[in-house]
């Protein structure tokens, strides 16, 4: 059984605090470890086999040093260079997963959701584990809570359940009406859809081939003209664009007469949206879940993230307040589905909001935007320890580089110059320069630019270590 996991979501619904830089299963909302830490530690026990990750190229950095930190090594990390949606995505994994000849079980998981139980998790999939083998594409369906609206729903047969509790599909359906959603969780047939799956990537594909033959075409030229660097697997991005996108259910599992679905009662949660992390964080006695340096009075089941400063709120009820360096969302628990349109205004407005934080982070360490002004940035740069920038260039703007601590080893034209806490240097315009830490800690300094234009494209590299253009 190889696990599959799914890193390419970007959790727009989770803005300001998500965003398509930096989204949300890289960000730990539910416990010290981030989603996809936590994503690989609930299916570790189950296999001795290396995950296989599907990610964004732009998170690839991201998606292997958090599951460094995790213990984790992964037998491939597969890149997409645009999205194409999970049945695209799966097919990929498939093929990679057969490339040296085995036709194993895949447990496909989403890497952003949350699973309160894990024990109870992998009874469930060593249960689904004997459909899969009977040639079975199983689904994980959860037993409603109550009527929820904000997920689609699975309705089982009801004379079909099979001795390891799986049941056929005989249906997906949307996302329903509160009035729907009651008639479907009292009837006792219809589950939440997960997303998770377990069946053999063999079968898999076959189905695909079925029912979307030209997606299967399309992934398979993706993969066999993909670039390997390192544990990376870079996607043929012409063959890849020429792929239909669509989820698995659209393109395989509502179509396919192998459908079953496993109910699953494992404190399940797809934190969809700010609602859904009030849902699972730990309350006060008054219903309030609170992040950060959070002050309430009268105040009754709200949620407030603090990322910094001080929130303090009075007198709010079933309201939603989250702080970041750059943005602040108030909304009401009933109106945070709609988070979405406010991304796509401010995407239409061609504003940095919806993809960058202040803070960005980068393969040698990160940089936070302290300042802006007409001519001038201020930035604080952190460099890992044993990291380096790129060997480049600037055309529109000089630096001023101060160290605050740490060691800093600095390439300067034809220069070389190390720099500890309180020293500093200055970067022509138009000069070629590299920042480096030789040290075990990591570099802290403050960056002044200054120039016409400040732009992060204005970067020339001469050489990269991290394979950037």
Partial sequence: MIPIILSGGSGSRLWPLSREAYPKQFLPLAGKDTMLQATWHRVAPLTTSAPIVVANEAHRFMVAEQLREAGCTPSAIVLEPLGRNTAPAIAVAALQAMAGGDDPLLLVLPSDHVIADATAFRTAVLRAESAARKGRLVTFGIVP?????????????????????????????????????????????????????????????????????????????????????????????????????????????????????????????????????????????????????????????????????????LGLQDVVVVDTADAVLVAHKDHVQDVKSIVSSLKAQGRPEPTWHRKVYRPWGSYDSIDLGERFQVKRITVKPGAQLSLQMHHHRAEHWIVVSGTGRITRGDETLILSENQSTYIPLGVKHRLENPGRMPLELIEVQSGSYLGEDDIVRFEDAYGRG
């Fill in 145 to 313: 809570s109550g009527p929820e609206t904000g997920y689609g729903y699975i309705r089982a047969k009801s004379d079909d359940t099979a001795a390891d509790g799986a049941r056929d599909v005989a249906e997906f359906v949307e996302k329903p009406d509160a009035a729907t959603a009651a008639g479907y969780v009292a009837s006792g047939d219809y589950f939440w859809n997960s997303g998770m799956f377990l069946f053999r990537a063999s079968l898999y594909l076959a189905e695909l081939e079925r029912q979307s033959p030209a997606m299967l075409i399309a992934c398979r030229a993706a993969l066999a003209k993909a670039a390997v660097d390192a544990d990376f697997v870079r996607l043929d991005q012409v063959s890849f664009s020429e792929c239909p996108s669509d989820s698995i259910d659209y393109a395989v599992m509502e179509k396919t007469a192998l459908a079953s679905v496993l109910p699953i009662s494992v404190g399940w949660n797809d934190v969809g949206s700010w609602s859904a992390l009030w849902d699972i964080a730990e309350q006060d006695g008054n219903g309030n879940a609170h992040h950060g340096d959070v002050i309430a009075r009268n105040c009754r089941d709200t949620l407030a993230w603090g990322d910094g400063r001080l929130v303090a709120l």
